[in-house]
């Protein structure tokens, strides 16, 4: 071929495959979720977090186990401070309960996922003086305000000690307190002095100190208590959890779920006698991390005596989230298969990661994400639309709908250490657009009358044309139209037909018409596409004319 006749041939490619196109309705179309187009069209989420670190883009994967699920109800008023450590830069670590202000060290770094235990971040200490602390400073009503009378109390967290050194504090918690009576302690009557709670290392185990913590019911006499834990090894993650019940005076240290030592603040040193109770002095203030070396995860204060936390990564129950309505255009849109992909992470033994691609996402460790969705044509109606189950990947028949929801389930898998993870939802679809309008239209005037008609259009979609007619350009109000007998306001569906008589016009009166092509939609109430070009015809009562009637209006 010379090169002449070479843009000729491109051209007439075009033309073809824009005219099979057309012909043969080929509108097959996907809506992203997730990937590129981020998470935004998610409705609910309840159990999920982005986790960003797995994939090119976030991945959406089971929260870390929830720790408010403990006391279903009333785990929201229990909960006095909370700090996960998640956010991205130890500046911006805060109490999500809002009672405690923090003053992150500038020596304390966030350490991401996967060096975290619960969630995408724990906070990394290097070991430095308590010059610049790690300050939590307690608000008007926070458990450990100044001079509070506390009763019931829970302090948890994650330890991940490097090296187990002598002398790390973890936490402390100091007030300022009025000695007593030098009959009742030693010391003058008061001075001030320090009441404490100190966890620290010692010989490789978890120290708890409370000096001068617990006071009698008259306040005139104090107590300290001491606990000590088992063993840790270093570089590995332990749960860390005390408590102290004040109806019994019993103070409880669980180690990984399991009770490692028991003390009582009463009378006796034992169960019964008078139960001594946490009073809080001036100035209280928590510290983190003082000469420690290692990272602290989930820290958090309760205002109970509650059960240890689920001590796996993910909580056994599933995660659930659901898109909003989504609009495909047109009622008789057609939904062709819905393709999600995405893969798997554990932390049991340093993080794993597999991505399975698209398909069903099921493991073997009985991880498994489980899909669902439902479709209609009104938005509102469908929000009382029962879920469907769906196999992703698989093609789909007979599923119509111009708005469709797509609801996953996330289930963890056996040891509650590895969660599946969705990178994107691809709902593929015929976007069942209507076809065309006719290229050529013709409008021949006759007494009280007009003849339109026009070319077909070539679709294999069309199923009708809808005829629009007023008196004004642009403006299709008609309402006075008789066909086949009947009065047929604006506009007028007239079937898969090219040609029809619009009786019962005014003569000397200008109308204006249009038609536009529809394809597969619901029969009552049909979706048409474009106008054509619009063409205009006055009807007049002339013999003559309706001899030999001119053609008017036809355009391309």
């Not at 057309?22 to 989420?45: K, Q």
């Not at 006071?215 to 590995?236: D, I």
């Not at 006075?480 to 003569?507: F, K, W, Y």
């Not at 204006?512 to 106008?531: I, R």
Request: charge should be negative; proline fraction near 7%; aromatic fraction near 12%.
């Amino acid at each position: 071929m010379d090169m002449k006749h070479k843009p000729i041939a491109i051209l007439v490619l075009y033309c073809f495959f824009l005219l099979y196109g057309r012909a043969y309705g080929l509108g097959e179309r996907t809506l992203v979720i997730g990937a590129d187009s981020s998470w935004d069209m998610l409705e609910t989420r309840q159990g999920l977090s982005e986790a960003p670190n797995i994939r090119p883009q976030p991945v959406m994967l089971l929260s870390s186990a929830v720790y408010n699920d403990r006391f279903p109800g009333s785990s929201g008023a229990l909960l006095d401070l909370a700090l996960s450590f998640d956010e991205a830069h130890p500046l911006s670590y805060t109490d999500s309960m809002g009672r405690y202000r923090v003053d992150p060290s500038f020596d304390t770094a966030a350490a991401p996922r996967p060096l975290s235990r619960i969630g995408s971040g724990a906070a990394l200490f290097n070991g430095r003086t308590q010059d610049q602390s790690f300050t939590i400073r307690p608000g008007r009503n926070a458990l450990f305000a100044s001079h509070n009378h506390v009763r019931d109390f829970t302090i948890e967290f994650w330890l991940f000690p490097q090296n187990l050194q002598n002398g790390e504090i973890i936490m402390s918690l100091v007030s300022a307190t009025v000695a007593a009576a030098p009959s009742l302690r030693q010391g003058v009557s008061g001075s001030i002095e320090e009441q404490s709670i100190h966890c620290s290392i010692e010989r490789n185990r978890v120290h708890w100190s409370f000096d001068d913590f617990f006071f009698s019911p008259g306040g005139e006499s104090r107590m300290s208590l001491t606990l000590v834990g088992p063993v840790l090894l270093p570089r590995t993650w332990s749960h860390h959890l005390i408590r102290f019940d004040a109806d019994l005076g019993l103070l409880e240290y669980l180690v990984d779920g399991r009770v490692e030592a028991i003390s009582y603040a009463t009378s006796t040193g034992g169960e019964g006698g008078e139960v001594f109770s946490p009073r809080i002095g001036e100035d209280s203030r928590i510290t983190l991390g003082s000469y420690f070396t290692g990272m602290l995860d989930e820290f958090r204060i309760y205002r109970g005596f509650v059960e240890p936390a689920s001590l796996t990564s993910y909580a056994p129950r599933a995660g659930r989230l659901e898109t909003r309505p989504l609009d495909l255009g047109h009622s008789f849109s057609r939904i062709q298969r819905i393709d999600a992909f995405g893969g798997w992470t554990s932390s049991s033994q340093g993080l794993q990661n597999e991505y399975a691609g698209s398909g069903p996402l099921r493991f073997s460790d009985h991880a498994e994400i489980v899909f669902y969705y439902r479709c209609g044509a009104n938005p509102f109606l469908l929000r009382d639309a029962p879920w469907i189950p769906i196999q992703s990947g698989r093609d789909l028949t007979g599923i119509r709908g111009r708005y469709i929801q797509v609801a996953a389930e996330f289930y963890p898998g056996i040891d509650g250490e590895s969660s599946p993870y969705l990178s994107e939802i691809r709902i593929v679809y015929h976007g069942a657009e209507p076809p065309p309008p006719p290229t050529q239209v013709f409008a021949v005037p006759m007494d009280g009358a007009v003849e339109l008609s026009w070319r077909a259009v070539p679709s294999r979609d069309l199923q009708g044309y809808v005829v629009y007619y007023g008196t004004t350009r642009g403006e299709y109000f008609g309402v006075h139209a008789i066909i086949e007998s009947m009065v047929r306001p604006s506009p007028i569906d007239v079937g898969n037909r090219t040609s029809i008589r619009i009786e019962g016009l005014q003569n000397g009166t200008l109308y204006h018409f249009t038609v536009a092509a529809y394809g597969e939609s619901d029969p009552l109430h049909p979706e048409p596409g474009e106008f054509s070009r619009e063409v205009s015809a006055r009807p007049l009562r002339n013999l003559a004319l309706e001899a030999d009637p001119p053609r008017q209006g036809y355009g391309p």
